[in-house]
């Protein structure tokens, strides 16, 4: 498998246990949210935000992309440090495909069967997801936990989900919460210059250290033509002493250009 297999879908990717760490199915309640105020609906969902030092995810991952008619699976896992680092592993029936290292500043990726890196910013994921992403909102995102802008107004309905919705910057975002729980199952994100939409959807929602949060991550990106892929979490444990931040770039390696196209 070349390396232009996996660099794609490993930047639509970085956007997203055991028994002892999956401990049971939340009981997520109806919708409760009729007659609150906007402040209240986001006080509620600000009392769900994961609380950890460490993560450390496994699971598996399909990549769909219908205008070159292909499909791509493949396993990972993802260490995270929370506000500070993440590190990600990408294998394909068991070889190594890639590994990334994220931090505040940086991009770098190991692509091991072709012995090359490259080392790109933050922007190698804003131009991928179709909107801006920092270190801490591609954490947010892999965890299920995106957060509302504090000025977002509450938007009236009927559904059992309850709309938020917000401007930031050159975007339209909406956040949908369950009326339940108040955790987040759906995030719309429209750039408003070019009319495209980005959409991450959330579900199969599990206990983890006592923590409510999605093993499923639905994403449909459009750049120049729509993309998709799902991640399902089968692992996930906090504050781990197997958590792994071990990156380096071999010498022998040739380190190319980061490749934004």
């Known amino acids: 498998m070349r390396s232009a297999l996996f660099w794609l879908p490993l930047a639509a990717l970085l956007m997203i246990s055991l028994s002892s760490c ?92 072709d012995k090359t890196a490259m080392r790109c910013d933050l922007s190698f994921f804003s131009e991928k997801l179709g909107f801006e992403a920092d270190l801490e909102s591609l954490q947010d995102i892999l965890l299920g936990d995106p957060k509302p802008l504090e000025d977002s107004k509450l938007i009236p309905g009927d559904s059992a989900q309850v709309e938020l919705r917000g401007i930031l910057a050159d975007y339209e975002v909406s956040w949908f919460l369950n009326g339940g729980d108040f955790k987040l199952e759906k995030m719309a994100v429209k750039d408003r210059n070019l009319a495209r939409t980005s959409v991450l959807e959330y579900s199969d929602f599990q206990v983890v250290s006592e923590q409510t949060m999605p093993f499923r991550m639905n994403m449909e990106v459009t750049q120049s033509q729509p993309v998709r892929i799902e991640l399902k979490h089968s692992n996930v444990n906090f504050d781990h002493d197997k958590t792994n931040f071990r990156f380096r770039i071999p010498a022998s390696y040739e380190v190319q250009p980061c490749r934004l196209k």
């Open 22 to 113: 999956k401990d049971k199915r939340p009981n997520r309640g109806r919708a409760r949210y009729k007659g609150m105020d906007q402040s209240e609906v986001l006080r509620r969902n600000a009392a769900t935000e994961l609380q950890f030092r460490t993560a450390l995810i496994k699971g598996k991952a399909e990549f769909d992309n219908p205008a070159e008619n292909q499909t791509i699976g493949f396993t990972y896992r993802i260490n995270i440090a929370k506000d500070s680092l993440i590190v990600a592993n990408i294998t394909k029936l068991g070889f190594p495909g890639a590994m990334m290292r994220i931090d505040r500043d940086s991009v770098k990726i190991r692509l091991p069967l």
